[in-house]
């Protein structure tokens, strides 16, 4: 029986830690948690938010998903969206899910992440 989501894991080129920090500590505002050692050496870093949870992993040859993204909820979109923006990161607003406000976004290495509020 499934429980829950521990994490979601995204790939990211080898090398582009301090990238990924900026984005997902510095714009998202989550905390980067350290990896065990044995995975540490892998090259890549962790992030989380409460009870969100996101990996990004060293990949040699790495290429971001076109359209595999994970979800992110979020309380007070516009605020959330304007921060991003404040940090230098698109955001792409997309009307076409009823009942929710969400808008798309990219990490500095092209992967791509949706951020969704329930309208109302």
């Known amino acids: 029986m499934l429980v829950a989501v521990d994490h979601v894991q995204l790939a990211a080129p080898p090398g582009t830690e301090d990238a990924l920090r900026a984005y997902y500590a510095g714009a998202l505002g989550m905390t980067e948690v350290p990896k065990p050692p044995a995975l540490a050496a892998r090259g890549g870093c962790w992030f989380e938010a409460g009870a969100v949870r996101l990996h990004l992993g060293a990949e040699d040859g790495f290429r971001p998903a076109r359209k595999a993204h994970p979800g992110l909820r979020v309380a007070d979109i516009d605020a959330y969206a304007a921060r991003l923006a404040a940090h230098g990161a698109p955001v792409a ?6 009942g929710h406000r969400r808008f798309y976004s990219e990490d500095p290495v092209g992967n791509r992440l949706e951020f969704l509020e329930p309208a109302g």
């Open 93 to 98: 607003w997309d009307d076409a899910l009823p």
